[in-house]
């Protein structure tokens, strides 16, 4: 996967990185850590994945935005992760946000994910924060019991986002102004 820099994206992480201090009480000196990796090329390959650090290289926290296939107007998060032991300070919440915010800014006009019916963390986020749950099935698969959720990006504010499709195809950044 290419991994991508631009001064945009280390302001908006930097933004990102005050809060998470905040959150989860870690001296203003510490030195967290993104690592993020864009893929663009054409429309319907777009993939952005961030992973948080602390400076003990130990991962904080993760997601990832995919286009999905065949609709350029719509994104699945996927892959979102807070891990131990910085659950349930308000990281998962935040992270909820800035995805959203990236997702409108990179131009798309739907989120959608996917959860496990026992991820009660990720129920409470949802449905704090405008998800719509459009449908529940058993996988066959794994035999759990899956929740398809989306969430209309109209009313997201991402007028603190910077263009981080800077990166992107010139397509993607002319629908993400
Ligand atoms: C789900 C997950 C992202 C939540 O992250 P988090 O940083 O703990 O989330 P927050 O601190 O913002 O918590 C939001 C709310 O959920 C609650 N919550 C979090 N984990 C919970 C749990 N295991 N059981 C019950 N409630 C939980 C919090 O208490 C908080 O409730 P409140 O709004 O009433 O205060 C994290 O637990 C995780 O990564 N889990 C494993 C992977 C996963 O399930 N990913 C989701 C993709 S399907």
Redesign the pocket.
Same mark, same amino acid.
């Given at each position: 996967m290419a991994t991508c820099s631009t001064d945009q994206l280390e302001r908006f992480m930097k933004t990102y990185d005050r809060k998470i201090k905040r959150l989860l009480e870690l001296p203003t000196g510490t030195k967290l850590s993104w690592e993020y990796s864009a893929q663009g090329g054409r429309t319907g390959e777009g993939l952005w994945t961030l992973r948080c650090y602390a400076h003990t290289h130990e991962p904080i926290a993760q997601f990832t935005i995919q286009q999905m296939l065949g609709c350029c107007g719509v994104c699945i998060s996927t892959a #979102? *992760? @807070?891990y131990a032991p910085? %659950? $349930? *300070?308000? /990281?998962? !919440?935040?992270l909820n946000e800035m995805r959203l915010g990236m997702a409108k800014r990179l131009g798309y006009g739907v989120m959608m994910? !996917?959860? @496990?019916s026992t991820? /009660?963390? %990720?129920k $409470?986020?949802l449905a #704090?924060n405008g998800w719509t749950t459009v449908w529940q099935f058993r996988n066959p698969r794994t035999g759990r019991t899956v929740i398809m959720s989306i969430r209309d990006l109209a009313d997201i504010d991402c007028s603190d986002v910077p263009n981080v499709a800077a990166s992107w195809p010139a397509e993607l950044a002319e629908a993400a102004r």
């Amino acid at each position: 996967m290419a991994t991508c820099s631009t001064d945009q994206l280390e302001r908006f992480m930097k933004t990102y990185d005050r809060k998470i201090k905040r959150l989860l009480e870690l001296p203003t000196g510490t030195k967290l850590s993104w690592e993020y990796s864009a893929q663009g090329g054409r429309t319907g390959e777009g993939l952005w994945t961030l992973r948080c650090y602390a400076h003990t290289h130990e991962p904080i926290a993760q997601f990832t935005i995919q286009q999905m296939l065949g609709c350029c107007g719509v994104c699945i998060s996927t892959a #979102a *992760r @807070v891990y131990a032991p910085y %659950t $349930k *300070r308000g /990281l998962g !919440t935040l992270l909820n946000e800035m995805r959203l915010g990236m997702a409108k800014r990179l131009g798309y006009g739907v989120m959608m994910c !996917t959860d @496990v019916s026992t991820s /009660l963390g %990720t129920k $409470k986020i949802l449905a #704090a924060n405008g998800w719509t749950t459009v449908w529940q099935f058993r996988n066959p698969r794994t035999g759990r019991t899956v929740i398809m959720s989306i969430r209309d990006l109209a009313d997201i504010d991402c007028s603190d986002v910077p263009n981080v499709a800077a990166s992107w195809p010139a397509e993607l950044a002319e629908a993400a102004r």
